[in-house]
């Protein structure tokens, strides 16, 4: 791999995200940005795949509190 992107690449990505992806964007106090990249990283995870990670947890437990 190391190879360039090419804009083909660039091409097929962005048609794939226009299909399978929504956009999220999110507003945060000023210079945590920084800091909440930096904790996704120790926990080996990208900033987003993190934020998608703790509101599945999030949802999963508010659905088994509302089933009790």
């Known amino acids: 791999m190391g190879g360039k992107y090419t804009d083909a690449q660039k091409r097929a990505t962005a048609k794939y ?6 956009k999220l964007t999110l507003d945060v106090p000023k210079g945590n940005k920084a ?5 996704a990283e120790r ?10 990670d703790l509101l ?3 949802i999963q437990n508010a659905d088994n509190e509302n089933k009790e």
């Open 35 to 39: 800091r909440y990249k930096s904790h």
């Open 43 to 52: 926990r080996g995870k990208s900033l987003t795949a993190l934020i998608v």
């Open 56 to 58: 599945e947890q999030d």
């Open 17 to 22: 995200k226009a299909v399978a992806r929504d």
